[in-house]
């Protein structure tokens, strides 16, 4: 147990609807990161927050958004959801990566998996 | 651009035999460099991590890994596998220096069958 616990475990949806994945950081990890995993596009990094602030975008789309919260933790919004979206969506967390600090090891949550139909 | 590379998509070993899993990277400056396995339904774990010092790591499960700067290489090793190991391993690098480097950068895995 990694100490990241991400809801729900599973999400099924249809298309053109919107989901909110949420994630709770291991206790006193700052850092908050998503990733999205997909058959065809493998693990792919999607965006990072340090203490409530945005600090790096990946190949996230338009239609999908995020944000921490005071209690550090994060939620991934996704919109006008497309078949496409189905994916495995995992939470990561580390102890502090602000601008400028080293880079330190992410450890995960057991993922979101939606499934779009 | 900086990406990963995980050669061999499948490998099949059988049970007390050796292995090593490929890894090459391609980026700006030395990475750190990382090993996580994921098993069937569930998440990432860590096995082990580069950061600096000694090239060659240890990590859980008898894993080990060896950093060759020459080759941009960070290969995976285990002198004699377990059933239980039988899981996808992912490679993966990110910058030293946090902020907008600090995301990781995987490869696209290698899925590990134990024969018995």
């Known amino acids: 147990d990694s100490g990241v616990t991400q809801t729900p475990k599973h999400l099924i949806t249809a298309t053109g609807q919107r989901v909110t994945l949420r994630c709770s950081p291991r206790?006193?990890?700052?850092?908050v990161y998503w990733y999205q995993q997909s058959l065809d596009q493998g693990l792919q990094f999607l965006i990072h927050?340090?203490?409530?602030?945005?600090?790096a975008k990946g190949n996230i789309l338009e239609r999908f958004s995020a944000q921490q919260f005071p209690d550090l933790h994060s939620e991934l919004n996704l919109s006008s959801l497309e078949l496409g979206d189905s994916a495995l969506y995992f939470c990561a967390s580390s102890v502090a990566l602000g601008q400028g600090m080293r880079t330190d090891t992410q450890y995960f949550g057991p993922g979101t998996r939606l499934t779009v139909l | 651009a900086q990406s990963v590379t995980q050669p061999d998509i499948h490998i099949t070993v059988s049970e007390g035999a050796s292995l090593e899993l490929r890894c090459n990277y391609s980026?700006?400056?030395?990475?750190?460099l990382f090993w996580y396995v994921q098993s069937p339904g569930q998440g990432l774990q860590l096995l082990l991590k580069?950061?600096?010092?000694?090239?060659l790591v240890q990590g859980i499960k008898g894993f080990e890994a060896e950093f060759k700067r020459s080759q941009s290489s960070f290969n995976l090793r285990k002198p004699s596998v377990h059933w239980s190991d039988a899981a996808e391993y992912f490679c993966?690098?990110?910058?030293?220096?946090?902020?907008?480097?600090?995301?990781?950068?995987f490869g696209k895995g290698t899925k590990l069958s134990v024969k018995p």
């Open positions: 206790s006193g990890d700052l850092s």
């Open positions: 927050y340090y203490n409530g602030e945005e600090r």
């Open positions: 980026y700006g400056a030395t990475p750190y």
């Open positions: 993966a690098v990110a910058g030293r220096n946090g902020g907008s480097q600090g995301n990781l950068i």
């Open positions: 580069y950061f600096s010092g000694d090239t």
